[in-house]
């Protein structure tokens, strides 16, 4: 009888021998290098706190917006799948197992999806489990992994370390007081490090941005109602954050749109802004004169400016209101880069010390907008395939499109971007072979030598993203 | 001396032996299904009347837009083509030899593309053509013609069953009898459904617009001009053609808005709409609106709705006055799916028991829009490559850029969407060699695996196309 | 010891060796047919005056806007690089040997472009350097260059009939005296042509557009000032060209925008053009108006129109105002050709007897507009893969995006569009390995015989430039 073998060891390596042969010699160089991970949102507290994690459903399924989206699209309810919800009327399944069942029954959906490599990946490599996830052998690998779970092995820092992490990015709003990484960097030399995201205090659409204006406020000791300190106070948390180790910044913003408006019309947005009185115009303009300051801020203290635009947020309004933000009703749109960045990049775009990376769900841009500016400009270099895109194909489209005109020393290297934490080493392992079977695709036809094609793929793994995040 | 063979067995699979073989038996598996054709535009009086087709100019050449268009493209004119004019000052050739010739001659302008590969499979496959067509065959071939579909074989019904077509859609506007499909129903147990296409009642600028709505306010006895009762007689249509076994309708606009307006301002641009003072503003707005309507009405009767936008038809004018509508200056345009469907998805998105078919001839909202909608509300799927796009690399195209995110289970199979008989065969035909091929890149890269791909082709061909269609 | 071999005998042609051996076939009948390069940017003095190049830096590292904008990118700045600069304060590097060796120290940032591709083909096999390009071979290679560029053998008009080029076009502006063509064609019979560019009078955003027109009322004895004179001294500009050889013109507008104006709206326009006064809106009205004109003059006088449209030009304009224009930071805009075109087509694009190239480097055009467009409209034809997308990934792009919808018979074959003299051979040999190559997998998926795939390539490569140029 056959072994059951979800994760063949040339996986996503083309079928054609000579570049299978490559794809296996690079990917061979690069399999074991330390995972860099320079953006996430795992969740700090895992690490300080070092308990072990729940259940099979807790930890696999309902934290995975990957996962239920699409349970969902195919007719089954959040409710049943335990979804957290946002207001008190909605009733959820607290049942771990059902919800596993419910999730095993249907892995069928998944079929040449990533989340089907990444979990199936964490199934067999992580957890151990020898059989194929169905409805039938559900019950007994929630047992599987209940067991696994509670062992020591499990624990958080345990299965950092075993997943060979070097340093790893969790994600902060501007006023959080980073508790957590005060407590790890107390007790643990595992590398967390945290990352500045001021969306809640430079959007005044945030829908905390008057509670945590008034919260940096109080932090920072100054007047954020008067343009010059507000400024300053979220100069005074980058520099908070710098000094619990954080190398960057992170901006979410519907749109690309960046602006230099004059001090006095600052001064109005502000006003208004805090007053609720602010038109959705008028934000945008807030928001896109704030990247700019942001990215001289970035050229005062050395923070990476990371720019992930282009997102829909909570396209579906049911679901938003009764179970809240991130639960995969965020739809890409389209996004101008070549306008939008304009005022951003004229600004400290040719500053070489400057470091934006910009993050693109349109793809349309990669060739027409995100390669030739990061092929010019300085400071701008070309985030990696995000999102609905860190996908074998995505990634394949997204080498194939960006190298050409940008070259590989203007992208960064990989980010998991997850929120799931068993997926870490799934999505580095499906990176480092995407990215090996490219180059093996260069080498096999004669555009790169295999020596040449080793040093990227190490340049890629592991040298782009510490140089670009200054790890 | 060779055979004339222009359809190699192989044809369309990977020149690579692995994925050549596993595509090979892949398809094996499903080339021997029948047809299931849900959405379409051949004429069912074919069907109704049982007449011999006329010969090899009128049944291959002047009815297929993707032929004349390509001829046209190089100079020559649609009036040497035979194509009918609109307008009587127009002479146009009327023997179809002549016009045989002409195509015959040009048939090279076709090469790589896929309505080459359509009327290869026609001549050789359905009419017995043992040569190749150009100038010096086309009066054999004509007249070998001709003799087909002199005989009893070729009358539209005994090549349906030769097809193998389980179920055929035509498409009809809201105000036809339906008289064909009478007839065929009283007359033969081949099944041909209608479906309703309400854009000559639902867009205040088709041309037929006012005279259709008096038709269908005697057809319901309704007065169309008072919102409501407007909105009931589309109700008695639909009922109308629901009753005649139509499982869908279907919506062809120029974008993809949808809104949801007050009564007060939909009964507003109805009188602007009848009185012909409706604006082009106007004119979106009511369109936007209707097609909210019509999926609150998919949510009450069940029927399939299917939305085909982003084209900018009859965008030449010359042609469009000589010769009319469908002339192959059809031409697509951008499409935002993201902002436009929004109004219709909150509406009746979430609603499991709906289905929504969207089609976009901008591929570019494959990844960006189509698949994160579609695999996140449970009403929408994605319909198959469509129009120009219903070609080898598109459909390939559309496999890579959509599986990801929406899987295979949020998209609906293949339509050939055709008003050429004889190419039905020859598209799923393609459709399924394409499909065959993309599911052995997946096996061979380990991906899926071989019995996976087995069950997910029968599942494109055959079972996702009666599902989503309720056939 | 292996020998250095930058070039393998098989680069670009697929790795699966059947493909590999239809591409070498294919490729075996097409490299050595000569050159047919009928859109291009190098200097016509070069030919006239036939004196030697100076050095390895002027020759390929300063005039070429893909090398210097890599190096740019990462932070090397263009003074040191010695591009020239456009005001007296800013000082660059003046010692050609230092430029070579720091372009030559980060050849390896060009990895896994078609800079690199064309750098090594123009180093090994028109310059002879016999070892890799890096910071320890500069100097030497350096040297070697200098060697070479002394000699008889690379003068100018040698060197053009070395690399067998048939026919080769300059690019000039409308009140250009073309004196080096005169004296090319008094001299030497090496085929030199023009291609009239009258940006500069028909854009009133262009720099010199006040300037120039003052010249061409002089040229032309026209009152430029008076809308039918003003259309009166462009047709004799063009006459001028035309009878110096020119046959075709070129039209490089920031979009797609056509339009049909009044006579008298067409004078205000123009009056506020000369006074200075037009504001950007109303430019791009007399832009719009004034390609239709332009297109009603090529029915006319029968010079082939090229349209390059969608490029934000000196989006940097910190560079600009130190280096001035076409210093890599001209970056790709999205583009309408749809709604764009549609008056210009439906002014000329039905006379098959005017041929139209469009050129677009926002790719998603390729399915959406321009091979549809190109496959109904008989004056239209599509422009090759332009600019940053003259690379191996963008002309494959181009071609199983293209070619399914408009034929091979509706494009043009390969335009080089260089400054870079040297790159001419190397880009016209990329250009016809992607060719045979794409043709090859035709081949290998029986969608094309051999036979066909020799003649198609064939076509492509010498025969389709000649025929839509008429060269």
Redesign the interface.
Known sequence: MMKYQPL?P???????L??RSAAREIYQGIKDLPIISPHGHTDPDWYASNKPFDNAASFLVTPDHYVF??L????ISLESMGIPAARKDVTVESDPRKIWKLFAENF???????SR?WMNHALTEVLGVDEPLNGESADRIFDHIEKQLASEAFLPRNLFRRFNIEVLSTTEFAVDTLDAHKKIQEEWDGRIVTTFRPDDVTNPEHPKFREHMQIMAEQTDEDVASWDHYLEAIRKRRRFFKSMGATATDHGFPTAFTTLLPAGQCQTLLTRALEGTITPEEAELFRGHMLVENGRMSREDGLVMQIHVGC?RD?????YSRFGADK??D????V?F??GF?AL??EV??D?DVTIIAFS????TY???I????????A?KVGPAWW??D????MMRYR??V????????TVGFNDDTRAFLSIPARHDVARRVDSNFLA??V?????TID?AHE?ARDLTYNLPKKAYRL
Chains 1, 2, 3 share one sequence.
């Open positions: 063949h040339d996986r996503l390596f083309s079928a054609e000579s570049i989206r699409m969902y699209s195919q007719g069928h959906l998944f079929r040449s999806t990533p490599l829909s396209h579906n309004q049911t679901v995969g009703c739809i890409p749109t389209p101008n070549v306008d304009k990049l004229n775009g040719n070489p769900m349109d793809e349309t060739t027409r907008e390669a030739p500016l990061a092929g010019h400009y300085p701008l609905f895109h996908s074998p194909e995505g194939r499109q190298v050409e005109t940008a070259g590989f020393y203007n695709h260069q096999c036809e004669h555009l790169l040449e990227v």
